[in-house]
């Protein structure tokens, strides 16, 4: 995201720049757009997480709720990308923010040399495609929930594919993978994997648990992936899992956290 902000012209940079996210990305790119001085407007859906468009809302950003769901986000964008003449920064579907995406793979491949496997969780596709172009001698699995599997669709028809997502990882809730993700990812061989909601769970307990990891359930779906035995051949592997996101509200934490009743 700072690779695209970084690219813009001064007529650009003057016109404001404009994207769509589930949080995360809105949270991102209006820290990046404070940091350069950048007017940033960000499209979410109604109900969305509260705390991660108070994080948008707190980095200086506008935020737009008018659309209903995820699979209304995209449209409202390109509605006020039109109207307002801002500039695009995608969420998933732009060579620059993959390129700085890429940039986890390059510090993974500098931090291991010997690294095998790298598990990533997904939802449009663009951190997973841009550390697969970074690593292209790894082994690459994308890992999203069943309920929102928009990138594993997008690799089996070769195209976006349109989903209704519907998933506690939130983060991992695209109503399509990108253009550029998915031909990286054929281009590449990133593999797929999916994980179920319970499995998600036993992820985010065992990062708070063991690994002492405030992630959010988005970014515990690589480990839930490995815990549930979705990623073979890792046996002897030197294997590395992107945790990615600690966006969560308390209220789901303690909720996933709670013992069950007896």
């Known amino acids: 995201m700072l690779t695209k902000l970084a690219s813009?012209?001064?007529d650009e940079r003057a016109r404001?720049?404009?994207s769509a996210s589930a949080g995360n990305h809105?949270?991102?790119l209006?820290?990046?757009s404070a940091v350069e001085g950048i007017d940033c407007l960000v499209v979410m859906w109604q109900g969305a997480?509260?705390?991660?468009?108070?994080?948008?809302?707190g980095y200086g950003a506008t935020v737009d709720q008018e659309a209903a769901g995820p699979t209304e986000l995209f449209e409202r964008l390109a509605e006020l990308q039109e109207e307002t003449g801002r500039v695009l920064v995608h969420p998933f579907d732009d060579p620059l923010v993959l390129a700085g995406q890429g940039t986890v793979g390059r510090e993974l491949g500098e931090d291991l040399p010997e690294l095998d496997v790298v598990v990533v969780p997904v939802g449009g596709g663009g951190l997973v495609s841009g550390i697969a172009?970074?690593?292209?001698?790894?082994?690459?699995?994308?890992?999203?929930?069943e309920n929102s599997r928009a990138f594993h669709e997008?690799?089996?028809?070769?195209?976006?594919?349109?989903?209704?997502p519907s998933s506690v990882a939130d983060g991992l809730n695209a109503p399509f993978a990108g253009v550029l993700p998915i031909a990286l990812g054929l281009e590449l061989g990133i593999e797929s994997a999916l994980v179920t909601e319970a499995e998600?769970?036993?992820?985010?307990?065992?990062?708070?648990?063991?690994?002492?990891?405030?992630?959010?359930?988005?970014?515990?779906?690589?480990?839930a992936a490995l815990l549930a035995g979705k990623v073979p051949d890792v046996e002897g592997a030197t294997v590395a899992v992107v945790v990615s996101g600690g966006n969560v509200a308390g209220e789901t934490a303690s909720g996933i956290l709670k013992p069950a009743p007896r």
């Open 49 to 57: 997480s509260e705390l991660k468009r108070a994080a948008a809302l």
């Open 200 to 223: 998600i769970e036993d992820g985010f307990r065992f990062l708070y648990e063991r690994a002492k990891l405030a992630a959010e359930p988005a970014a515990a779906a690589g480990v």
């Open 133 to 145: 172009a970074a690593l292209p001698d790894a082994r690459v699995v994308a890992v999203e929930p």
């Open 30 to 32: 209006a820290y990046g």
């Open 154 to 164: 997008g690799l089996g028809a070769g195209a976006p594919v349109p989903v209704t």
């Open 16 to 18: 404001g720049v404009i």
């Open 8 to 10: 813009l012209g001064p």
């Open 26 to 28: 809105a949270g991102a």
